[in-house]
């Protein structure tokens, strides 16, 4: 426990930086739209992202269009990596009247955009570390993250929503200290204030949060903060921000794997790549007037094609996370623990009808498929058991995964938790421009740097500037939260029983609420497909996943494996990975009649899922147990 000297500099210290903030607040208006010079642009990308016919490409013809690309009619950029940050950049690009390509070796959101805390957060614990250290820069990233979390929510209301979270205090100091430090993030957000925090006496922090210990370990709630941020579901927003990309003119394709640059004879500078269609095997060239590598904790792999000496920027750091019943945590309340025994943040979040907890924060090797330890997921286990007044068990996790973090190398730092959250752009070979580090928060002002240095490093010309800071992702537009109304009133489920079949079934809230915060206006569709093809039944008791989304996803959002709708299209794997496996079967069955799939192709399907699923440590692959959380 800290002195009571250091409590009270602390406190003067979040005093200090309160009056900064509001003298920043006033200084520092965010940016209007109007004012950005892109409104004709804008509208005209609107019209084909809402166009209630509007579908993407077929994968063929995106294709099609990196192939023709010639060394005498380049694109102007092409983007490698398919993650939150390079599907933000193909958009952006695209948005500004370039020509765009973009590919990524697995599937769009296959490495960490999918694997995230599901949070886009304002900075909480840059705004401690400014408070600290009386650091304005850490101030300004926190200024800019909440300018971002309100942007982001904004363009994808069905995605994303705001989120209270709880912080639990145990004596009187740490409700004054929470509860100025939040008063301060509220100040410091201003404008972009989501709902404002407020304190809850003990009494009425267990009934919002009945799972909330009152007393443990010679300790006594005193009461609870309460703050907002955001949640989202992140590989939909990521295959959400792929699509619109390709609906505003990018060529975008995934398991399209770049083996080699194409390099200039005379001046050594990148002008293309080699590339190859993981799913065909065939190899083709494309040329680009610049190449911009937002490969995530892989940029520095395709940093090194370039040049092979090439020095590392980033440092891999795992954060595991494990999912729990939906008891372990109300709905549409989080539980968050900024510092635990070991000086970690540890979190309970409701998610998707269950409970999603974490995280750590540990170096790591990068690799395609991550792993949870499973001392990790005790470590979460243990932490959170410290803070609940229900048994918590090992057997009641449903799904573990671990993400690797592509976080900037500050070569001062000691470990991973003082290593800068901010991102980093360079161009430290002629013609490829690096994006790395920073966040999900902020990935459209990331996409928005790579794109302006893009157009320094080729002289390109764009038609306008960057249109993307209040542009609406595909679904976005025009919906509400009332829209599952509509589908439960219009459509109904109809569901081919065992014996072939077709019977009707009710459009129940639960199925009519999933689909509209999944595909926005555009869950008509899928409703549709679940009325008029017989596909209406769900794919795994007690989830509301239809079948008629495989279809959808097949069609409309490049899902090209059981693995991406299993994982990214549909979550199923992350909230439930036996539920996964048991609904696996029917998810090939279906995509093997979208995409004419052999019997040999169905079998390579299902043993690539189930080696998938292996790596999500439930219950059931559990190595061991320690006794603790049986």
């Known amino acids: 426990m800290a002195s009571t000297g250091t409590r009270l500099r602390r406190l003067a210290g979040i ?51 990196l192939v023709g690309a010639s060394s005498a009619n380049p694109l102007d950029i092409l983007v490698i990596g398919g993650g939150a940050t390079g599907s933000g950049v193909a958009l952006d690009a695209a948005t500004r009247g370039l020509r765009v390509g973009l590919v990524e070796r697995e599937d769009f959101s296959s490495g960490t955009s999918s694997r995230s805390t599901k949070l886009i957060h304002g900075g909480v614990r840059y705004l ?12 300004k990233l926190v200024f800019h993250a ?66 909330l210990a009152r007393k443990g370990k010679d300790r006594v709630l005193k009461g609870t903060v309460v703050y907002y941020d955001g949640q989202m ?36 500078r990148i002008i293309g790549a080699r590339i190859r269609d993981n799913l065909s095997g065939q190899e083709f060239d494309t040329y680009a007037k610049v190449v911009v590598n937002a490969a995530g904790p892989f940029c520095d792999s395709v940093r090194k094609m370039a040049k092979a ?50 995280t750590t924060d540990s170096n ?51 470990n991973t938790e ?28 990331m996409a928005e740097d790579a794109v302006n240095s893009a157009i320094r490093s080729g002289k390109l010309k764009p038609a306008n500037e960057c249109i993307t800071d209040n542009l609406r992702l595909v679904g976005g537009e025009g919906w509400d939260p009332a829209s599952f109304t509509v589908l439960a009133q219009q459509y109904v489920r109809m569901k081919r029983t065992y014996g072939g079949k077709v019977v009707p ?40 996943f239809l079948e008629a989304e495989v279809a959808y996803c097949a069609r409309f959002e490049y899902c090209e494996s059981a693995v991406d709708f299993i994982a990214r299209r549909s979550r199923l794997a992350f909230l439930d990975t036996d539920a996964a496996s048991r609904a696996l079967p029917r998810v090939i069955e279906i995509l093997a009649t979208e995409h004419q799939w052999d019997k040999s192709r169905k079998k390579q399907e299902e043993q690539k899922a189930k080696e998938f699923l292996e790596t999500f440590k439930s219950l059931r692959n559990a190595q061991f147990h320690d006794g603790k959380h049986q």
Not at 522 to 528: G, K, L, P
């Open 309 to 358: 000496d090439a020095p590392p920027m980033i440092c891999p750091s795992s954060g595991v996370h494990i999912v729990l019943p939906d008891y372990y945590s109300p709905e549409g309340m989080g539980l968050i623990v900024p510092k635990t025994k070991d000086g970690r943040v540890v979190f309970m979040l409701p998610w998707l009808g269950r409970t999603v907890a974490g």
């Open 233 to 268: 579901n992140d590989s939909r927003l990521n295959v959400g921000l792929a699509c619109t990309a390709a609906l505003a003119g990018a060529a975008v394709v995934n398991y399209a794997e770049v083996v080699s640059f194409l390099k200039d004879e005379v001046s050594e």
């Open 128 to 139: 401690e570390k400014a408070v600290f250290n009386l650091d304005y820069g850490q101030l």
């Open 15 to 65: 005093a200090t930086v309160a009056a900064t903030a509001a003298a920043c607040t006033s200084l520092t208006p965010s940016v209007a739209s109007s004012d950005r010079g892109g409104r004709p642009a804008r509208d005209a990308v609107r019209r084909r992202i809402v166009d209630p016919n509007a579908a993407v490409p077929p994968r063929a013809v995106q294709e099609s269009v």
């Open 146 to 211: 909440l300018e971002e979390r309100k942007q982001v929510i904004d363009n994808a209301p069905h995605l994303c929503h705001a989120l209270p979270c709880m912080t639990p205090c145990f004596n009187w100091f740490e409700v004054v200290y929470f509860w100025m430090g939040l008063k301060l993030y509220d100040l410091v957000a201003g404008a972009r204030l989501l709902h404002l925090s407020r304190y809850y006496s003990a009494q009425e922090s267990v009934e919002l949060f009945p799972t």
């Open 364 to 414: 790591t090797a990068i690799t395609m498929l991550p792993e949870p330890h499973e001392d990790e997921i005790q470590f979460i286990l243990g932490a959170i058991c410290d803070y609940l007044n229900v048994k918590v068990r090992r057997t009641d996790v449903l799904s573990a995964w671990s993400g690797i973090r592509p976080l900037a190398v500050d070569p001062s730092a000691k």
């Open 418 to 445: 003082s290593i800068s959250r901010d991102h980093v752009v360079c161009e430290d070979y002629p013609g490829l421009v690096t994006i790395t580090g920073g966040k999900w928060t902020t990935y459209r002002s």
């Open 505 to 544: 079934g009710v459009m129940d809230t639960a199925a009519a609420k999933h689909l509209s915060r999944a595909y926005g206006t555009f869950a008509e569709r899928v409703a549709a497909i679940a009325q008029d093809e017989g596909l209406g039944k769900r794919l795994a008791h007690g989830y509301p």
